[in-house]
């Protein structure tokens, strides 16, 4: 069994300061974990991903993320905000080697001026 | 160019009426499977396939029928579409090997079922 759990429904950020996005998840294997991005009307894109080598995984558009085993965590980060980085965020859990994914309900980060 | 098709794009229907969503990826990739999305509620896998023959449920599979006849096609029906069904749908698709399992999103069908 998998499940995922975005701590924040909304997060709102000035533009040039940190994002932080929650992920926990739970998993009865050993998982590969994901973050995809939503732009509004679009469709879904890669940001990153963990799937059991580096604990600290960077992606696109200046993202990170670090995976903490003991925490059940995975959390998304980046040094400084972009208004082009207001969308919606999803963390995806999924047995190694495909199979049924399980997505957050989503974090929508909005980006101020 | 790598990609996932959805047909069609946008879709309103009657109760009732039986409908297909087609899917098409170009990738050779093994594994496909299909989502929905509702305001909330994020995306919840309604089936998904390993490789040609090879479906099982997702977490809503009921009032949802798929097959995998050829490994590039994945089609999402509906025999009796419901208005609880009104909502926007992803295909996905990606490979078997974990380093590079990333899935491979369309662009989306949005139905409304009246």
């Known amino acids: 069994a998998q499940s995922v759990t975005q701590l924040d429904s909304h997060v709102s950020v000035s533009e040039g300061t940190p994002v932080l996005l929650r992920c926990n998840y739970s998993?009865?294997?050993?998982?590969?974990l994901f973050w995809y991005v939503q732009h509004p009307n679009k469709g879904l894109q890669l940001l990153l991903k963990y799937t059991s080598a580096a604990t600290l995984v960077k992606g696109i558009n200046g993202f990170e993320a670090e995976f903490k085993k003991s925490e059940t965590s995975f959390h998304l980060t980046k040094p400084s905000a972009h208004m082009s980085d207001a969308a919606e965020y999803f963390c995806v859990v999924s047995p190694t080697n495909a199979g049924k994914s399980t997505f957050g309900d989503g974090t929508t980060l909005t980006v101020k001026p | 160019e790598a990609q996932v098709t959805q047909n069609p794009r946008y879709l309103i229907t009657v109760t009732g009426k039986k409908l297909t969503v087609t899917c098409s990826q170009n990738m050779n990739h093994e594994y496909m499977s299909w989502y929905r999305q509702d305001p909330g509620l994020g995306l919840r896998q309604i089936y998904y396939s390993m490789n040609v023959e090879v479906t099982d449920k997702g977490d809503v599979p009921e009032g949802y029928k798929v097959s995998r006849k050829e490994k590039r096609n994945f089609p999402l029906i509906l025999e009796s579409p419901s208005p609880n069904q009104t909502s926007l749908y992803f295909c996905a698709s990606s490979s078997w090997d974990q380093y590079s399992d990333t899935q491979y999103f369309g662009p989306g069908t949005r139905l409304t079922v009246l």
């Open positions: 998993s009865s294997y050993s998982p590969s």
